[in-house]
């Protein structure tokens, strides 16, 4: 069975910093891309980063770009998200998701994490 | 940049019912459109990818269906437990999703 468990979240003040961890199991992870997505009330589901199999190509999106760094161990399964510079507009729960089979879809997701970003 | 735009933002609808929700981008997206349901509480899980190919352990009442720019998730008969949020999705340089339809009771 595919699991994939987030921790790290928590709240933190604008400017901080906070690493997300995810624990993956049932698959061989060095074999999916991996993905972080968010979600807030406001802004529903969005794609925050994106790191590929051996961790050699990492994509983010435009709004997160020099603050957070996505990295990921194969030898212990497990992915990353390190933030910084965080804003209240970082404000969210954070997934953690495998890639579908075939690509360009997202198939499984973790439990989620919260980021709270406030002062 | 791509935009996904959802309709009707919420839907009402009783157990057996016929629900059709629909997904429209502002430029094709050739064939690498996605559903997702995603119930309070829980993480969003994958129905449908490549507009019409349901995942996984879906039921058979979920159907996608469209072409190019117009896409459409039909629930053929309404069961308790399809209330929830539906998103679509589209992938060209990543992930990107609408703005979600509310299916309600």
């Known amino acids: 069975e595919v699991q994939l468990v987030e921790s790290g979240g928590g709240l933190v003040q604008p400017g901080g910093s906070l690493r997300l961890s995810c624990a993956a199991s049932?698959?061989?992870?060095?074999?999916?891309?991996m993905y972080w997505v968010r979600q807030t009330p406001g802004k529903g589901l969005e794609y925050v980063a994106s790191?590929?199999?051996?961790?050699?190509?990492?994509y983010y999106v435009d709004s997160v770009k020099g603050r957070f760094t996505i990295s990921r161990d194969n030898a212990k399964n497990s992915l990353y998200l390190q933030m910084s510079s965080l804003r209240d507009e970082d404000t969210a729960v954070y997934y953690c998701?495998?890639?579908?089979?075939?690509?360009?879809?997202?198939?499984?997701w973790g439990q989620g994490t919260l980021v709270t970003v406030s002062s | 940049e791509i935009v996904l735009t959802q309709s009707p933002a919420t839907l009402s609808l009783s157990p057996g019912e016929r629900a059709t929700l629909s997904c429209r981008a502002s430029?094709?997206?050739?064939?690498?459109l996605g559903w997702y349901q995603q119930k309070p509480g829980q993480a969003p899980r994958l129905l449908i990818y490549?507009?019409?190919k349901r995942a996984t352990g879906i039921p058979a009442r979920f159907s996608g269906s469209g072409s190019a720019t117009d896409f459409t998730l039909t629930i053929s008969s309404l069961e308790p437990e399809d209330f929830a949020v539906y998103y679509c999705?589209?992938?060209?340089?990543?992930?990107?999703f609408g703005q979600g339809t509310k299916l309600e009771i």
């Open positions: 049932g698959f061989t992870f060095s074999t999916f891309w």
């Open positions: 430029q094709s997206v050739r064939n690498y």
């Open positions: 999705q589209q992938f060209t340089n990543w992930p990107l």
């Open positions: 490549d507009i019409s």
């Open positions: 790191i590929k199999e051996d961790g050699s190509e990492k």
């Open positions: 998701v495998r890639d579908f089979s075939s690509g360009w879809y997202l198939e499984y």
